[in-house]
């Protein structure tokens, strides 16, 4: 649904309301209009030291956006001018609180970005999220969840354009870390649901300067296409991102993704992996596993199946 017409269905229903309240009642109140951003209040970054956090610094502080950076690593590059960066670690819920006290959003990127055995991953990956949306709660502020396609990676790739996956499929994760962004995403609905904290939950395809392999044709997103969404978000009014996932990539003709939830910030990829097709295509590993899945070679490690799961996953053919 539009903007436009999610504004005239809520009017609607408010015009329904007060024809039939009757006299000596109390009329419903109208909503008011959405707040528009405060550029005012700060942004935090976690994760604030890889690559896509320093990118973000310096794109969004280009943009007049103050940030606070945060990362267990120290900053490696010279500090952007409107930001400023204190190192932390996830697990440190108090110093969260106080890095987040009048921020409007958190974009959070920080955690353990690839996979790992499960006691690496859980701590970041899960207490960390927790002190992350603890902190939202308490500021009122947006989560932007850094999710991955390897919460959904073990679905197979398709073959036409009518098995596109929409932001509503099932998780099918293909290791501990997309086990722990599935997870992630989770959090999200729970803490909208129970507090109201809106959240864009971004399945990240592949993130990089440029694609390196053919599958990258399909789950390449640029650096820039990430930036433009971070800033349409941060610019998004109060009360119109709800509970969203929008799939992480550029305009590649050969995606693996359909609907999600783009239109509700405004985003639309400008970048394609097209660019690069002549340069990747047919650099593909061999590896049946991970040729078979979308979530590539995570699929293949530790991969001791005989023959691949059923689609279905209740299914015991």
């Known amino acids: 649904m539009s903007r436009i017409m999610a504004r005239e269905a809520g ?13 000596g009642t109390i009329a419903p109140t109208i ?13 935090l970054i976690t994760g604030a030291s890889g690559n896509l956090g320093r990118m973000l610094a310096r794109e969004l502080t280009k943009e007049g956006w103050t940030v606070r950076l945060t ?38 990127y920080g955690g353990i970005s690839s996979e790992y055995p499960w006691e690496v991953v859980a701590g970041p990956n899960l207490r960390g999220l927790f002190h992350v949306y603890e902190a939202a709660r308490r500021e009122g502020a947006r989560v932007m969840f850094a999710s ?11 073959t036409g354009n009518n098995e596109l996956l929409d932001f509503d499929c099932a998780f099918r994760p293909d290791g501990f870390y997309g086990l722990s962004k599935a997870y992630g995403e989770l959090m999200g609905r729970l803490y909208w649901d129970k507090h109201g904290v809106e959240n864009l939950n971004v399945r990240i395809g592949s ?3 440029e694609p390196v392999d053919e599958r990258m044709l399909s789950t ?34 050969k995606t693996y993704w359909g609907e999600d939830h783009r239109d ?46 059923p689609r279905d996953a209740f299914s015991l053919e």
């Open 11 to 23: 009017a609607s229903r408010v015009r329904g309301l007060t024809r039939g309240v009757r006299r």
């Open 71 to 108: 990362d267990i690593a120290p900053f490696p590059d010279p500090m952007p001018e409107r930001a400023a960066f204190t190192k932390a670690d996830l697990s440190d819920g108090v110093t969260l609180l106080r890095l987040a006290e009048g921020c409007s959003h958190i974009l959070h």
């Open 148 to 158: 991955s396609n390897h919460s959904i990676g073990f679905h197979t790739r398709p």
């Open 264 to 309: 509700r910030i405004g985003w639309q990829p400008q970048d394609t992996a097209e660019a690069w097709r002549d340069k990747v295509a047919g650099k593909v590993s061999g590896n049946v596993v991970t040729e078979r899945y979308q979530g590539g070679a995570y699929t293949a490690m530790d991969y001791t199946r005989g023959a691949p799961s």
């Open 207 to 209: 993130c990089f300067p």
């Open 31 to 43: 909503p008011e209009t959405p707040a528009l951003p405060d550029p005012s209040r700060p942004v």
């Open 220 to 253: 390449w997103l640029s650096y820039a296409d990430l930036a433009r969404m971070m800033a349409c978000l941060l610019r998004t009014e109060a009360g119109r991102v709800g509970h969203a996932v929008v799939w992480g990539a550029s305009a590649n003709p």
